[in-house]
T-cell receptor, first 115, second 112 residues
Framework: NAGVMQNPRHLVRRRGQEARLRCSPMKGHSHVYWYRQLPEEGLKFMVYLQKENIIDESGMPKERFSAEFPKEGPSILRIQQVVRGDSAAYFCASSPRQVGTGELFFGEGSRLTVL | GQQLNQSPQSMFIQEGEDVSMNCTSS?????WLWYKQDPGEGPVLLIA?????ELTSNGRLTAQFGITRKDSFLNISASIPSDVGIYFC????????????FGTGTLLAVQP
């Protein structure tokens, strides 16, 4: 009965490289949310996706960041040409339906360090 | 964007003490939730509140949904060392999606 699975747990990149973070939602969940947590701060919403659709990307930076959730496979958060300010923990959460109780189930996060 | 203000920022208490923390917003929320985050882990849901005025318990935890729908409170009774962590409030703005806005967090340290 696996929960939300994220990988890698830790990722180190040099400035200018690309980072790809993967998220497999809980079984039976088709809605995925990505959040970013900077050191010593709370979680900030980035993007909400359903299978093959981006529903709300109001929290995504306009450049270098993209997200997808294909019909098959995990959701991917992609950061191109990383900068030091991208260093953060990126959390994925899933829910079974679009409208519900507001309860999100979080993964353990992917910690990106940009050198 | 919306922001939830949590207080206190941090608390250092003795084992056995009761703890109170709260969260306020400039916006009205449909749902209030409280999460706990252990170091190096993702947030775990503790309590969810769905109606203004609602008071809900989960073991030693009790949370309330404020009457104005702009605030919420979390109480932990008889704290134990494993209560250590960061507690976040979160609000669901509308019923259209499960998108949550998170508070700034309260760091709790418990001295055995």
């Amino acid at each position: 009965n696996a929960g939300v699975m994220q990988n890698p747990r830790h990722l180190v990149r040099r400035r200018g490289q690309e980072a790809r973070l993967r998220c497999s939602p809980m079984k039976g969940h088709s809605h995925v949310y990505w959040y970013r947590q900077l050191p010593e701060e709370g979680l900030k919403f980035m993007v909400y996706l359903q299978k093959e659709n981006i529903i709300d990307e109001s929290g995504m930076p306009k450049e270098r960041f993209s997200a997808e959730f294909p019909k098959e496979g995990p959701s991917i958060l992609r950061i191109q040409q990383v900068v030091r300010g991208d260093s953060a923990a990126y959390f994925c959460a899933s829910s079974p339906r679009q409208v519900g109780t507001g309860e999100l189930f979080f993964g353990e996060g992917s910690r990106l360090t940009v050198l | 964007g919306q922001q939830l203000n949590q207080s206190p920022q941090s608390m250092f208490i003795q084992e056995g003490e009761d703890v109170s923390m709260n969260c306020t917003s400039s916006s009205i929320f449909n749902t209030w939730l409280w999460y706990k985050q252990d170091p190096g882990e993702g947030p775990v849901l503790l309590i969810a509140l769905y109606k203004a005025g609602e008071l809900t318990s989960n073991g030693r935890l009790t949370a309330q949904f404020g009457i104005t729908r702009k605030d919420s409170f979390l109480n932990i009774s008889a704290s134990i060392p494993s209560d250590v962590g960061i507690y976040f409030c979160a609000g669901q703005l509308s019923g259209a999606t499960n998108k949550l806005i998170f508070g700034t967090g309260t760091l709790l340290a418990v001295q055995p």
